[in-house]
């Protein structure tokens, strides 16, 4: 899973502007540089967990209203989802074989 930081930055302003605040205002709530917002907001840094969340909170929402959209999900082949589905279907002790052939193989590629 990965994080598309200008989602979050497009869904902060988005809360920003819909409680009719201006950035300074958002900064001076959550304690922050009076530009940090704006980079934020563009995508240019990327908040700590502890910025995020007094965001959040001079923006009176809460982190998974922010983060709406934001989660990117790897984009899985058929190849995947039919390898996934097989090996569901294989006992404990195959999966763990299973397992340990697959990596022997990528430890051999991968030298």
């Given at each position: 899973m990965e994080l598309d930081y200008?989602?979050?930055?497009?869904?902060i302003a988005r809360r920003?502007?819909?409680l009719h605040l201006k950035q300074v205002e958002v900064c001076e709530l959550a304690d922050l540089n009076d530009k940090y917002l704006s980079c934020?907001?563009?995508?240019r840094s990327i908040p700590s967990l502890e910025v995020f969340l007094r965001i959040c909170n001079a923006l009176n929402t809460t982190p998974d209203h922010l983060l709406v959209g934001a989660i990117k999900?790897?984009?899985?082949s058929e190849m995947t989802f039919a390898l996934l589905d097989?090996?569901?279907t294989l006992s404990l002790e195959n999966q763990r074989l299973c397992l340990a052939f697959i990596n022997m193989l990528n430890?051999?590629?991968n030298d």
């Amino acid at each position: 899973m990965e994080l598309d930081y200008k989602q979050v930055g497009l869904n902060i302003a988005r809360r920003r502007k819909e409680l009719h605040l201006k950035q300074v205002e958002v900064c001076e709530l959550a304690d922050l540089n009076d530009k940090y917002l704006s980079c934020i907001e563009t995508a240019r840094s990327i908040p700590s967990l502890e910025v995020f969340l007094r965001i959040c909170n001079a923006l009176n929402t809460t982190p998974d209203h922010l983060l709406v959209g934001a989660i990117k999900s790897p984009d899985y082949s058929e190849m995947t989802f039919a390898l996934l589905d097989k090996f569901q279907t294989l006992s404990l002790e195959n999966q763990r074989l299973c397992l340990a052939f697959i990596n022997m193989l990528n430890d051999s590629f991968n030298d």
